[in-house]
């Protein structure tokens, strides 16, 4: 059973410090999404990334979050210096854009990672 | 302006009948794709159901059926024999392309309430 997997599944840390949060996509998947979900704004896309490479990340904070994808198993989003606004669940969500038929690929989510910032 | 809009906060359905979620949406964009997801207390987001825009036939998936109609830029969830188990936050969303795994934007949810 493919799962996205994401570590940790809860963090509460201080002001100031420095969150790294891991995704691990559905093996295959060539495309990683991030995503953040909170009351006030709802479900929010930060960053995506396709073969690796990063196709947008405009919906990110640039002055304090950062996006990569060191490997094609491995995606991360880090935060630093993380501020009490960030908190919210992170959703990392991968798909593939290799199917014949590929208007009927979808994206599968992680179980996130809830991020209290103190 | 919203690209995707679920009017329905909540809902309240009794268990075993049916129930319909609103989505409308809003795209110049002739292809694009529909889904559904829903998201249960325990915060994981679950793929329900897919509808493309130049799908004939409505989308179903088991009790899930989508009732997509285009003229009216709408794409209602329906949920048939409704369960406890179904009591969730049901999301709305919109890819702009057909072509592979692009961005989605979602609605702001619809939270359903199933009672015995």
């Known amino acids: 059973d493919a799962r996205v997997t994401q570590t940790p599944r809860h963090k509460v840390t201080e002001m100031g410090q420095e969150v790294t949060m891991r995704c691990q996509p559905i093996l295959g998947h060539n495309t990683v999404f991030w995503y953040r979900q909170t009351m006030m704004q709802g479900l929010e896309l930060l960053a995506y990334?396709?073969?690796?490479?990063?196709?947008?990340d405009s919906g990110m904070p640039k002055d304090r979050f950062s996006a990569e994808m060191p490997d094609a198993t491995l995606a991360t989003l880090k935060i630093q210096p993380s501020e009490p606004r960030d908190s919210a669940v992170y959703f990392c969500?991968?798909?593939?854009?290799?199917?014949?038929?590929?208007?009927?690929?979808?994206?599968?989510f992680g179980p996130g990672t809830r991020l209290t910032v103190l | 302006a919203q690209k995707i809009t679920q009017t329905q906060p909540g809902m309240f359905v009794q268990e075993k009948e049916a129930v319909t979620l609103d989505c409308t949406y809003d795209t110049s964009d002739p292809s694009y794709g529909l889904f559904w997801y829903k998201q249960p207390s325990s915060g994981e987001m679950i793929f329900l159901i897919y509808q493309g825009s130049y799908d004939q036939q409505n989308a179903t998936e088991g009790r899930y059926s989508l009732n997509f109609q285009k003229a009216r830029k709408s794409a209602n969830l329906v949920i048939s024999a409704s369960q406890l188990g179904d009591s969730a936050m049901y999301f709305c969303?919109?890819?702009?392309?057909?072509?592979?795994?692009?961005?989605?934007?979602f609605g702001t949810g619809t939270r359903l309430q199933v009672f015995p």
């Open positions: 990334f396709r073969n690796r490479a990063p196709l947008d």
């Open positions: 969303a919109m890819r702009e392309g057909l072509v592979g795994t692009d961005k989605l934007i």
């Open positions: 969500a991968s798909g593939s854009n290799m199917k014949a038929s590929a208007g009927t690929d979808t994206q599968y």
